[in-house]
């Protein structure tokens, strides 16, 4: 008598990432976010150690700039958090 031999592979099930295409969308408007918030923050610096410059207490580095980096850490936990084969 021949014995039956399985493969391991018909009992396997299919390999799937955790994350799709739904979750890296997200992932890159909250690393987009948060780019811009640090670009936004930089600069207002003076050359001169001597002269002092107003300009780094401008509404765009303290206010904006902080803002959009939280926002973007928002979207972040968002698009890990998303579950994208859950039924609406």
């Known amino acids: 008598m021949a014995k039956r031999h399985t493969t391991t ?3 396997q099930p299919k390999q799937e990432f955790i994350f799709q295409k739904k979750n890296y ?3 890159f ?3 987009a ?3 811009l ?3 936004l923050m930089s600069g207002g610096g003076t050359d001169d150690p001597n002269v002092f410059n107003d300009e780094i207490y401008h509404f765009r580095r303290i206010r904006l700039a902080p803002t959009l980096v939280l926002i973007g ?3 972040e936990v968002y698009a890990i958090l998303l579950n994208p084969h859950k039924k609406s």
């Open 73 to 75: 850490l928002g979207i």
């Open 33 to 35: 976010f948060i780019a």
């Open 37 to 39: 918030g640090f670009i």
């Open 29 to 31: 408007i909250g690393i």
């Open 25 to 27: 969308m997200f992932m």
């Open 9 to 11: 592979t018909d009992n």
